[in-house]
């Protein structure tokens, strides 16, 4: 009776590993952008960023966000970040970032300061303070991706590589708005890449070497980013012109 009960186990067994289906390799992530890219649609992501020394890490900026889509492109952003060095150490404040096109309006911040009487927003070439140690990687525009993917490792949930800040600027609209100040175009940034099943972005985790900036000998920059709520009706306009101040001159 032991042995027909064991066999039965044993050929049961077998027919679920027969009938399970194998794990799936994620769908083609550059195919699964390029599909979220519909007019009006959009997705929302949160950063954070942690300076990293000899000594341990301390925690930097977190920011929160939403791209709006147009066909095949991001058409606009909202970031607002939130610095978390302690008040009076640092020329850092929250600000916040609104980018229509090829537009960027920045508010709080170091840009309350010298605005004209009623203004409350600023016109930018760039993303603003925010921009300068925030995530420099952007797998959601498929330039970027593509670029991305082109060299990269696979790894159980995704892909990992290497990519540099010159390269990043030759493919990246959103690196050459919000490119970290002071860096060398050598830099390179180690990046891995989790993906859905589906094969959009779920979260990048990027790194690089802070040499380049003055002061900052020994810092590595590290950005933690999170995509949530892809496909999501997502709108956003540029602030009241009636509240935006011209580009400074500096």
């Known amino acids: 009776m032991r042995t027909l009960i ?19 390799a994620p769908k083609d992530p ?7 890219l519909v007019a009006g649609k959009g997705v929302s992501f949160t950063d954070t960023t942690t ?4 000594d341990g890490s301390e925690p930097f900026m977190k920011r929160k966000g939403r791209f709006m889509f147009g066909k095949g492109k991001i058409a606009a952003a909202d970031l607002a970040a939130t610095y978390q060095v302690k008040e009076g150490e640092s020329v850092f404040k929250n600000d916040r970032t609104i980018i229509v096109g090829k537009t960027a309006y920045v508010s709080g911040g170091i840009y309350r300061e010298n605005l004209p009487k009623g203004k409350t927003w ?9 921009s300068w140690f925030s ?4 797998p959601v525009e498929p330039a970027t991706l593509k670029k991305l993917l082109a060299k990269a490792e696979r790894t159980s949930n995704g892909y990992q590589g290497t990519i540099t800040f010159d390269q990043l600027k030759k493919v990246s609209p959103w690196f050459r708005m919000s490119v970290p100040l002071y860096m060398e ?5 180690d990046w891995r890449l989790t993906v859905s099943r589906s094969g959009v972005p779920q979260r990048l985790v990027s790194s690089y070497d802070a040499e380049g900036l003055i002061g900052w ?16 009706k997502v709108t ?12 400074s001159k500096d």
């Open 30 to 36: 550059l195919a699964a952008v390029k599909k979220q």
């Open 217 to 232: 000998q020994g810092v590595t920059v590290k950005n933690d980013t999170t995509y949530r709520g892809w496909g999501a």
């Open 51 to 54: 300076l990293v020394r000899e």
């Open 6 to 24: 064991t066999g039965v186990v044993l050929a049961s067994a077998a027919a679920l590993a027969v009938a399970a289906p194998a794990q799936a």
């Open 185 to 189: 175009p050598k830099t390179e940034v």
């Open 122 to 130: 600023r016109k930018s070439d760039h993303t603003g303070s925010s």
């Open 135 to 138: 995530q420099p990687i952007n």
């Open 236 to 247: 956003i306009k540029a602030p009241p012109a009636g509240k935006v101040a011209p580009k």
